[in-house]
Structure formats: structure tokens, C-alpha cells
């Protein structure tokens, strides 16, 4: 009889024992995937933390380029230019800013790059290099609906609003007996036009859209002023980070992503 329980107790015993080194085996696996899972996270955070930043500057006022939806900075040059930093391996910072100062604080190295719906010319050649041309752009007139003038050739001896320090501004100087009037964003000159104050803008084709679309008693001049095409704007210095950029432009028009992004922003008509 004492043989019997004392089997009973063995046994009883052994049957506890292996219970807890399987409870304990279990939570050591329970904990050892917790424990994992943490230095997965880690190390994807400080993944993102080591990589290099790529600061674009740019100027939000320019609708579809670049503008405001909320906080955030959207537009076709906002998604460029993060479909480049992702090709890069690098993580985009965007900084608005007037859009006359981009140029300086690409060629001073504040921001890495200017993206903001930017032509080429001669004067701002000597202060940046650019990239290989990423869209064509139309600049074109605004009217009022009750205006007179017919054609580019009627803005002659009249007062044009511009953005100031575009493309707009430059070609408005060239027009005979022209009163410039600058503004610091292209709305500002809308307005203008729209109360009187001015008799015609200068802008790309794009926004006028927005701006004729978004204000009534408006017009788009059908003759456009200028064709022009936009690149970015890189430090002369900065000539490896030029190639990376034109390389990752490349990959973008032959997969078709160039396409896709602009598609999204401007429908053909």
C-alpha cells in the first residue's frame, strides 16, 4: 500500500515538474518574440532616422505644382519630388518659402533642391545648375471678361500684374511701354486684375486655370506668351547630386511614374 502512494506521489510529482518547465519554456518563447519584435521596430526607426534628408524648396502658391491641401504641401512637384527621394534612398523635407528666394537658398545650400514649377534662364544659370526638363509649361494672359485687348500684342503701353520672380515677371518687361506691377503670390495679382487695380497677368497656364475657375468675371487670353519647360534646381557645387537626380527623372519617364503623377493633376483636353 505505502509502495502505491508513494508511486502516486512520484508520479504526481513528474507531472508537475514537466508542467512547469513547459509553462516556462512558453513564456521564455512569448517573451523572446516580444523582445524581438521591439529590435525589428528599432531598428526600422533607426533605418529611417540614418537616412539622409533631401530638402526641397519650394513656394506652395502655385496650384497644380505645388500647394496647401490641409497642412500638407501636394501638387505635381511635391510628388516628384518625393518619388526621386524615394528612388535616392533619402527621406523628403519640403520648405515653402517666397518663390524668389529659392534660387538663393539652393546656391547657398539651405534646401538641396528647388522643385517649384521652374523654367530655365540665363540669370538663374549663373547662380544654379539644372536638371533635365521634367514638363512643359505654357505662360498665358488673364483677362478680365469686359476686356478690350484681343491678342499678346494689346498689352502694349498696359499695367501687367506678375508673380514675382517668375518667368511671367521676366517676359513682362520685354512688353513695349509696360507698367510691371509684382506680387509676392500669383492670387494677390489675380485679385488685382479682378478689382481694376491692373489690366492683364502673366502666369503659367496651370494655375490661371485654377484662379479663372476659382474667380468669376475672368478669362484666359487664347494666344499663349510663351512655351517653357521645368526643371530643378541644383547647388553648380553639387554636381553628384545633379546626376542622381537626372538619374532617378530617367527611371520616372521610362516607368511611366512621370506620366502618372501629372495625369493626376492635369487631364488633357
Known sequence: MKKQVLALLLACTMTAALSACSGGQEADTEEGSDASQTEEDE???QAEESQEVLVMATNAEFPPYEYYDGGEIVGIDAEIAAAIAENLGMTLE???MAFDSIVTSVATGKADMGVA????????????????PYATATQVVILREDSEIADTDGLEGKTVGVQLGTTGDLFAEDIPDVT???YNKGFEAVQALSQGKIDAVII???PAKVFVEENEGLKILDEAYTVEEYAIAVAKDNTELLEQINGALAELKESGKLDEIIGKYITAE
Open 94 to 96: 519640403i520648405e515653402d
Open 43 to 45: 531598428d526600422a526607426a
Open 117 to 132: 514649377g521652374m523654367t530655365v534662364t540665363e540669370d538663374r544659370l549663373e547662380n544654379v545648375n539644372f536638371t533635365d
Open 204 to 206: 503659367d497656364q496651370e
Open 180 to 182: 510691371v506691377e509684382r
